[in-house]
């Protein structure tokens, strides 16, 4: 078979993100070349998620094999750009370049462990650069290595045409609302995807419409080039409405852009435990490092606020993250208490309360 390095290249780089990195299952160390119909597909997994991506080529003969993955990656990234060749020759498989030969082991196709497909489950259709923005909005919600395994990937919920993307961490929670004006009517279904698969689907599939269909145990997302099929964490996630319905009306309006240029300010002094003080008053908001020496960062900003004099505690990665995911203003609901608090979430959303994160206070 016969293609260009630049096409095999983005194949393999697509797919080797669900290669095994450390596995005692030889051939999941490789991906599965089929070459059929004027086609090659090129197939990686780890049993827990499968990256399917095709490609044009010039086929002499149909078939299947397993080569590994890390050393035909190699191989071909730094071979030179042009046409590159193909070929069986018994259990090898030979590649040619323009300046180059090389000879891989190969495995038998047939041996290689592919994933069903997901049955009776919702589908729909997305645009990918939509996917992938509200994945990005809620992705660093997620919890890592949580004992609690539901926490440690995003909640997706399909309720007829708005698709919801939910993640915490038990100290922070985000969700974002994706509206889906075709979307299926009367389709009801919940998943929790792995973060790291939401993150390469948002990777793989970057434009034009995927078709998603999702169940509680599996999700599927394919275009015309790609398929990506994931095992989903088992468990029940948290109702985070409950939780963003009990924001209060205490308002403050704050431009994003210098709220995060004003914590990294400061955050150089915060200490082990990423702690600011937040203090606003009508018009101006202060920042202050809180660490356990002598050291200290104190910023004040601007904003938009008419209500009592009030201190809030927080971790300053929360708020920084909350921040960088705002374009234009950031609305800022305060607990309805005056005074030194403890006790309360802080709530950041943009104007158009498409998405919103929630951030537990801490004791200063």
């Known amino acids: 078979m016969k293609l260009t390095t630049n096409n ?32 090659i597909t090129i197939t990686g997994s780890n049993l827990e998620m499968e990256i399917a991506t095709s490609m044009p080529a010039d086929i002499e003969e149909p078939g ?31 590649i040619k370049t323009a300046r180059s030969r090389h000879r891989l082991n190969i495995l038998n196709g047939s041996e290689y462990p592919l994933t069903e497909p997901p049955k009776d489950g919702a589908t729909l259709t997305i645009q990918a650069q939509a996917f992938g923005r509200h994945i990005a909005h809620v992705e660093q919600c997620a919890a890592h290595d949580d004992v609690r395994g539901f926490l440690n990937g995003i909640n997706i919920e399909c ?56 169940t509680r145990d599996a999700v599927r997302i394919e275009n015309e080039r790609t398929t990506i099929t994931c095992r989903c964490i088992a468990g029940k996630f948290p109702d985070l409405g409950a939780i963003l319905s009990r924001r209060s009306d205490n308002c403050a309006r704050i431009d994003a852009d210098n709220l995060a240029s004003t914590i990294n300010r400061v955050e150089s002094t915060t200490g082990e435990h990423f702690g600011i003080r937040l203090d606003i008053e009508p018009g101006q908001l202060t920042l202050t490092s809180v660490d356990t020496g002598d050291q200290e960062s104190i910023a004040t900003i601007e904003c938009e606020y008419d209500g009592e004099p009030m201190t809030i505690g927080c971790n300053y990665k929360y708020l920084l993250d909350a921040a960088k995911g705002i374009a234009g203003t950031a609305i800022l609901h305060l607990p309805d208490q005056e005074g030194n608090t403890d006790r309360g979430a802080i709530f950041i959303r943009p104007e158009s309360d498409i998405y919103q994160y929630c951030i537990m206070p801490i004791r200063l």
């Open 64 to 94: 299947a094999i397993c080569v590994h993955a890390g050393k035909l990656t190699h191989i071909v990234r730094n071979a030179p750009e042009g046409a590159i060749e193909l070929k069986v020759d018994g259990d090898k498989l030979a």
């Open 159 to 214: 309720d007829n045409s708005t698709l919801t993307f939910n993640a915490s961490d038990g100290h922070r929670l985000g969700r974002s609302l994706l509206d889906l004006p075709d979307g299926p009517a009367e389709t009801k279904a919940s998943t929790i995807l792995p973060k790291k698969a939401a993150q390469t689907i948002a990777k793989a599939i970057k434009a034009g419409d995927m078709q998603m269909t999702m």
């Open 8 to 39: 095999l290249m983005d194949a393999l780089a697509i797919t080797g993100a669900a290669v095994a990195r450390t596995s005692t299952i030889p051939i999941l160390d490789c991906v599965l070349i089929e070459a059929v119909d004027g086609r």
